[in-house]
């Protein structure tokens, strides 16, 4: 079956950094676009970077662009987000996101915290 495993999440200071993998398991991965969203309490989830199977071309919210790296390892099934110069307002559950014409899939999420 499909899985999408998050580590590395934790409670961090301002100006932190953080790495964040995302295994996966069931599918293809290397045909599948990889994204990481995240959600704050009481806020929708939004996009945070996604990195394209084949190309691995990538993109990035303004909000991280420059403090975030998101980039995927097809050999061992699994990407990862380096969080660099962290923002309180970076706190949120992180989810790993696996994306294909056919099928979309998610994992259980990590907890991302920034504080002093």
């Known amino acids: 079956q499909v899985q999408l495993v998050e580590s590395g999440g934790g409670l961090v200071q301002p100006g932190g950094s953080l790495r964040l993998s995302c295994a996966a398991s069931?599918?293809?991965?290397?045909?599948?676009?990889m994204s990481w969203y995240r959600q704050a309490p009481g806020k929708e989830r939004e996009l945070v970077a996604t990195i394209r199977g084949l190309s691995d071309s990538t993109n990035y919210a303004d909000s991280v662009k420059g403090r975030f790296t998101i980039s995927r390892d097809n050999a061992k099934n699994t990407v990862y987000l380096q969080m660099n110069s962290l923002k309180p307002e970076d706190t949120a559950v992180y989810y790993c996101?696996?994306?294909?014409?056919?099928?979309?899939?998610w994992g259980q999420g990590t907890q991302v915290t920034i504080s002093s």
């Open positions: 069931g599918f293809t991965f290397s045909r599948y676009a």
């Open positions: 996101n696996a994306w294909s014409f056919a099928n979309d899939h």
